[in-house]
């Protein structure tokens, strides 16, 4: 069984861990082999005692102080997210790992946690969900946006039957074109139409081509809303091509009565 001080030797660098991180450590202890866990509860103080005695404080009693408050907050942390809850029988100061707890496990199970709730599959087009969120949850924020992207550009020129030569803006804006884009929507005010083809330009411009270019630094969050506007713009290239199949169809249906 892995124990806290194997996971996390310094006693600094386990007070510098944020509380999420330092709960999918502990969580990885409390769900290992022999753990007081397996055998029903934990406390809490019991735990930070023994925790303190293990690690090298040097004499420093505001850094016991700060490694007692840092597991604190992480174990509460794992009990507001449903992985720790309190014993319901008659040691209600005692507490237990959940049925959630024990599917996620470790610190690697905390992270793909909040992997999902920070971009949650039900939001990606099932192309993304292919091929960019899994470099998202490796924390390769720029790789998933270049990813998502070009496979909006693939897929817009596929959709066009556009040759490998058409790349990029113009390709968008041909494709797009309010009067002679093939995936543009007719039944729209041309100023919408317009405004489509710039949404995409744009976008394939803005997030796409600087990737292909040069090294850009993406911070997570801004990453998620890329991989979710990409998402959205490739929904509405599947909505044209929906509805452009369902016209041929129309179209080559005999007449009623015919």
Known sequence: MATLIQLVPDAQTLVDLQPSELGGYLLEVLTGPNSPAQHGL?????????????YDHRGRRELQQELANSISAAWNWLKVNGLLCSDTGINPAFDRVTKLGRQVANASGVRGMLSEELLPSAFLHPTLLRDARPLFMQG????????????????TRAAGNYGADRIGVPLMSAAFHPDEGPLTDRTLERGERVALMNLMTGAIGSYKNPASHRKVEIQRDEAREMLILASHLLKIIDARLAAIQEKAVQGSAPALGG
């Open 42 to 54: 934990v406390h809490l103080g019991s735990y930070v005692s023994r925790i303190e005695g293990e």
């Open 140 to 155: 390769r924020f720029e790789t998933a946006v270049f990813e998502a992207f070009k496979a909006l550009e693939v897929t």
